[in-house]
């Protein structure tokens, strides 16, 4: 059965239990999330945040203690979920033993590609990830960023409809990552889902159209990357402010944002709101130092999603 | 199938690399110099003379006798040789395929844990088999190039060494996925040989106890554990053409034996988070 989303988790669930203690660590809890089919899909959190756990669900790598997760409709415990799926883990351990072609197709053959195939497309995917002339070298020769690359081609070489990357750039230069993100842009209107884990919020902004923020193991926020960057407004900053000023501009309902000594700056959301605040600033006899319009980033709406109580 | 075949050829590439597989053979390679070394003095013709046996007279049947009772001897000699190598060698092969980063990409693909763990199982027991048959076939045409008796049964130590190596790496398996320890991999079957050593002389050791509970408890012992001792026994007996041998009891035992193992390994490993 196809369906819209590449991904559906309902109520998703992993506690963790030490053997011999009993001590329970909940590392995933109550995980709903609907990734829609070929989307650009970016999910964020602090260190252990769940994430990891999250994704290696997704894989049945770890079996969930309650809920469901769903890849185009396919129950992702069956192995058959997965033939649609293309996966780069974080600190892959690849089989230095092997060359280059050797575990373009060893990997291929496990994604249950035939051998006329496979031929084909093994030298065709070294070429893409601009390894043509590494084939026949093993891998333990290979750079972080080679092998990254490398591991890339592994995961798009049987034409997968979701692409899920567990930390595709860490710990490679900034060169490689260049070249990493331009093979990922080559995906862009091919229909591929790309799922990325990431902790480099500069990365997701640039590259994803939604974003799932997480914390303790729990769904913090989660959207469109453009509506939720939309809530943006006005940033005006003042001087010599006196105080039954600010009790009318709070009245407003402004809010007061961190300032400089004898500053004060305040946040609202629409202009007749700032012009509103200008009006009772002059009123005062006090300066006007700067009028912003300001933008949500996802920086801020990560600190504020993994640090707000709400959230947890 | 591919897919089968594809986790075979991994196991075997893997052994190769790591050189378990050249050092499987340049060991047997080392024994069966060896063993020409030995026949080239003449040691065969000097255990005749020593025994009074003239090769010459007509009692040939008692040198055909000493070639067979040494063909039975070298068979038990090559048993233990290479069980024992086999499983040092085949204990690092399911650890290593467990590490981090490297299992969470293979449980990726579309195949099944079973075929993952049954995949390295066969390879494993292909590159032993592999090198028994180079083994035990070197010295069977040494000893039948020096004597000109072809024992055919010698040959048997080939199935049954690999038989009992394949009971073995069933318990190499399930420590490799309860412990990820290579050492503890080889720990485990090393002290199952030497307790099966042990329980085989049960006849005996019952009869020391006092209590029928102890006694009880020693042969349920004896037919739980994989009977190492008792099949390497059979076939030497087979060898020397012993028509009480009973080859059938210790085979099925062990086969047992390493189907439940095997049976627990596959659902652990099914059930385990990677």
């Known amino acids: ?312 | 199938m591919s897919v089968i075949w594809a986790l075979i050829a991994d196991t075997f590439q893997e052994a190769r690399a790591r050189w378990l597989f050249w050092g499987l053979f340049a060991l047997s390679t080392l024994l069966v110099l060896l063993f020409l070394l030995i026949v080239q003095v003449d040691v065969t013709a000097g255990a005749i003379s020593f025994m009074g046996v003239d090769a010459t007279s007509r009692r040939v049947y008692n040198i055909e006798k000493f070639v067979i009772v040494s063909y039975s001897w070298v068979s038990i000699a090559l048993y233990i040789w290479g069980t024992f190598l086999a499983v040092f060698a085949s204990s690092g092969l399911i650890p290593s395929v467990l590490e981090a980063g490297r299992i969470s990409l293979l449980l990726s693909k579309p195949v099944g844990r079973t075929t993952l763990l049954m995949g390295r199982f066969l390879g494993n027991l292909l590159v032993v088999t592999l090198n028994h048959i180079y083994l035990v076939y070197s010295i069977w045409l040494i000893l039948g190039w020096k004597t000109h008796i072809w024992s055919p049964r010698f040959l048997l130590a080939i199935p049954i060494s690999v038989f009992i190596f394949a009971v073995l790496l069933c318990v190499v398996v399930l420590i490799g996925v309860l412990s990820e320890s290579a050492a503890l991999s080889v720990m485990v079957p090393i002290a199952i040989t030497l307790l099966s050593a042990v329980l085989a002389q049960r006849q005996f050791v019952i009869r020391l106890f006092d209590s029928e509970w102890s006694r009880q408890l020693w042969t349920a012992f004896y037919w739980i554990i994989p009977k190492v001792y008792d099949l390497g026994n059979a076939m030497r007996q087979i060898i020397l053409f012993d028509r009480q041998a009973d080859l059938w009891t210790p085979v099925w035992t062990s086969a047992l034996f390493g189907a439940a193992v095997l049976t627990g390994a596959v659902y652990l490993f099914r059930k385990r988070d990677f």
């Open chain 1, 1 to 312: 059965m196809m369906s819209d989303y590449a991904i559906e988790t309902s109520g998703l669930e992993k506690i963790y239990r030490s053997r011999f203690r009993g001590r329970e660590i909940k590392a995933v809890s109550n995980l709903t999330l609907r990734v829609p089919a070929g989307v650009k899909y970016g999910l964020l959190g602090p260190n252990g945040a769940g994430k990891t756990t999250f994704v290696k669900m997704l894989l049945s790598a770890v079996r969930p203690t309650a809920g469901s997760a769903v890849l185009f409709g396919q129950d992702a415990v069956r192995p058959e979920s997965r033939r649609a799926v293309g996966y780069l883990p974080e600190n892959h351990r690849f089989p230095t033993y092997l060359t280059g072609y050797g575990m373009l197709n060893f990997y291929a053959s496990l994604s249950g590609m035939d051998a006329t195939e496979r031929k084909r497309r093994v030298p065709e995917f070294l070429d893409l990830v601009g390894l043509n002339g590494w084939g026949e070298v093993r891998l333990k020769k290979f750079s972080k960023g080679m092998l990254q690359r490398l591991g890339l081609a592994q995961a798009l070489i049987h034409k997968p409809k979701l692409l899920i990357l567990d930390e595709p750039t860490d710990g490679v230069d900034p060169v490689g990552r260049r070249a990493i993100r331009d093979i990922l842009n080559q995906l862009t209107g091919t229909g591929v889902t790309v799922f990325i884990n990431s902790h480099l919020l500069s990365e997701v902004e640039t590259f994803c159209d939604y974003v799932a923020i997480m914390r303790k193991g729990q769904l913090a926020l989660e959207g469109k990357i453009s509506n939720l960057l939309a809530g943006g407004g006005y940033r005006v900053t003042a001087s010599s402010v006196p105080d039954p000023a600010q009790a009318q501009i709070r009245r407003l309902g402004a809010t007061f944002l961190p300032a400089d000594r004898n500053a004060v700056a305040v946040q609202v959301p629409t202009r007749d709101e700032a012009n509103a605040v200008i009006d009772i600033i002059r009123a005062a006899g006090a300066f006007i130092e700067s009028v912003t319009v300001s933008t949500n980033s996802l920086e801020d709406l990560f600190i504020h999603a993994t640090t707000s109580e709400q959230a947890a």
